[in-house]
């Protein structure tokens, strides 16, 4: 079992900033791959960037040259976002992927940013 805590969501204008992140706990040595979704209301959830325990990330094509992943070790990872636009308003959610293909997720934080 992993547990999965993200933090750092909140309200900013069009182009700002905010970084997110996200602690792992319980059985952290089995975690893959570490990644973030989002689901903006009335849509469902995509993928917004991921990364693997080597260090190869993968990020949507929306969010390519403002959003960088990151993980300091297999516990931690980090959504860096730069130049938010409206449309990345939503509740970020991170998730974790187990060798074996369990996958957990956060309770999502939210991040919205006005115009």
């Known amino acids: 079992q992993v547990q999965l805590v993200e933090s750092g969501g909140g309200l900013v204008q069009s182009g700002g900033s905010l970084r997110l992140s996200c602690a792992a706990s319980?059985?952290?040595?089995?975690?893959?791959?570490m990644g973030w979704y989002r689901q903006a209301p009335g849509k469902q959830r995509e993928l917004v960037a991921t990364?693997?325990?080597?260090?190869?990330t993968n990020s949507v094509d929306s969010v390519k040259g403002r959003f960088t992943i990151s993980r300091d070790n297999a516990k931690n990872t980090y959504l860096q976002m730069n130049s938010l636009k409206p449309e990345d308003t939503a509740v970020y959610y991170c998730?974790?992927?187990?060798?074996?293909?369990?996958?957990?997720w956060g309770q999502g934080t939210q991040v919205t940013v006005s115009s």
């Open positions: 998730n974790a992927q187990m060798r074996n293909g369990v996958r957990y």
């Open positions: 319980g059985s952290t040595f089995s975690i893959n791959t």
């Open positions: 990364i693997t325990s080597g260090g190869t």
